[in-house]
């Protein structure tokens, strides 16, 4: 850019007076220009390389020792300072606080590995509020069913648990889906074939199918015949008023 300019500088490599055009201007030629932009980066490079040796040295240093800061611990792990303390909140890290410092001893983070449980697949879990969960007391209460029964069905069928304050919670939906197909209930004595159905209704199979899945009606197989039971199917229909619920609701 032509400029009009004239400012008397010194230039910041070789200290000779010259006249600048632009205000921004540091050197009295390109080639003290390049001559200090060569250094500059030679001084970058060597920062750079000093502080990868002070890291290597401070790594060494956290492995010789016995005690750990949690930030030192967390560095020898490889782990983040945050996920570090929620090891130590959550005591599956053993730590000893003394005032104001925390002490964590490599031994008992070794330790760790000696009595390691098998690893095991994280599976995603539902995301549900614990309102949508019964507790296996619950379960037990309101299909009358053991506590093994429930871990066998829940394992089985693996339906959605959480552990929360040492209780087992299972998914309310899953539960209820479960224990409504296979429909143990001794009360229903009254069912519908698909043809019944099919006869009163007016449907096709296709949507008996749709019908009896989405409000979970329960059936039951007999030879190669399907039934359902009458009266969930007529309070589906809203031909009869649904009973009362013999079932509490949990409260958390
Ligand atoms: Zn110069």
Known sequence: MASNINIQKKCEWCGKLFIAHKISTRYCSRRCANLAYKVKTRQKRISEFQTMINQQIEKKDCIDKDFFTPSEAAKYIGISRTTFYRYLETNL???VQLKRKTIIRKRDIEA???????????LPRAKQSI???????EVKEKYGVKDSRIFHIAKE?????????????????????????????????EWYSTQDMQEKF??????IYSFV?????????????????????DIAKGLIAPEEPKYYTFQP
């Open 93 to 95: 890290i053993k730590s």
């Open 112 to 122: 760790l590995f000696d009595n390691a449980s098998p690893y095991k697949k994280h």
């Open 131 to 137: 309102t949508d969960f019964y507790t296996t007391a």
């Open 157 to 189: 069928h693996n339906i959605s648990r959480t552990f929360h304050c040492g209780k087992t919670y299972c998914s309310k939906k899953h539960i209820d889906d479960y224990f409504a197909k296979k429909a143990h209930d001794p009360e229903i004595k």
């Open 202 to 207: 007016s449907m096709t199979l296709t949507a």
């Open 213 to 233: 899945s989405k409000n979970a009606i329960p059936k039951k197989k007999v030879g190669i015949m399907v039934y359902y039971s009458k009266k969930h199917v």
